[in-house]
């Protein structure tokens, strides 16, 4: 019995899955969770439209520096927090939906 359908060599023909797509949305799990911590600990609003140093934030919210720095590092990575010109941290322009004090915030959602 003779088949047209020919097989792939290729496994990745097989499996749309890929290296890429893993990290993404592993990534993309640890950034809903890192957001979720920032409106949680009111960061978004500690930053409102100011700049604050690391030390600081991490004194007002009462964090351990170590893990405060790598949820920090998460928040830079993700776009939430940048570092302006004297390395003081900042809420990006985007990410100020996070904060409760706006009006198109979506702070009580992600808190729900």
Known sequence: ???????????????????EKILDAAFGFQLSQVI?????????DRLGDSARSFEELAADV???PDV???LIQLLITGGIVVRD???N?????????LRSDVEDSVSGM???
């Open 36 to 44: 979720y911590v920032t409106v949680k600990l009111g960061l978004a």
């Open 68 to 70: 405060f720095r790598n």
């Open 89 to 97: 941290l900042r809420l990006s322009p985007p990410a100020s939906v």
């Open 110 to 112: 992600i808190l729900s």
């Open 62 to 64: 009462g964090a351990d």
């Open 1 to 19: 019995m003779s088949s047209n359908h020919q097989e792939s060599s290729d496994p990745s023909a097989e499996n749309p899955l890929s290296t």
């Open 85 to 87: 010109g004297d390395g």
